[in-house]
Nanobody, 126 residues
Framework: QVQLVESGGGLVQPGGSLRLSCAAS????????IGWFRQVPGKEREGISC????????IYADSVKGRFTVSRDNAKKTVYLQLNSLKPEDTAIYYC???????????????????WGQGTQVTVSS
């Protein structure tokens, strides 16, 4: 079992940047594929990125491709999501989630993940 805690959210102006962190505890992080999701009230949770357990494979939703970068440091038990060129439509609660085992072609579906953090709010506004 793994516990996840996100941090790094906040209020940023359009065009700005943030780095989100997802800190894991309870077990070795390298056993898990990690996904990043975001959700706004009234909308379905959106899968935006995924990174394999070793970090050698990453993928992004079209909505964030070229602006967001996912990485991980298994020794520090932390996964990062760098958010650049932020837009107002990026405003959401951002979650990290862990999936035991390998990557899935359904990486964007929240049901593929076993463990979730509590989320961190990102607000993009002038």
């Amino acid at each position: 079992q793994v516990q996840l805690v996100e941090s790094g959210g906040g209020l940023v102006q359009p065009g700005g940047s943030l780095r989100l962190s997802c800190a894991a505890s309870g077990t070795t992080l390298e056993y898990f594929t990690i996904g990043w999701f975001r959700q706004v009230p009234g909308k379905e949770r959106e899968g935006i990125s995924c990174i394999s357990n070793s970090g050698d494979w990453t993928i992004y939703a079209d909505s964030v491709k070229g602006r967001f970068t996912v990485s991980r440091d298994n020794a520090k038990k932390t996964v990062y999501l760098q958010l650049n060129s932020l837009k107002p439509e990026d405003t959401a609660i951002y979650y990290c989630a862990a999936r035991s085992g390998g990557v899935s072609s359904d990486w964007r579906k929240w049901v593929q993940y076993n463990y979730w953090g509590q989320g961190t709010q990102v607000t993009v506004s002038s």
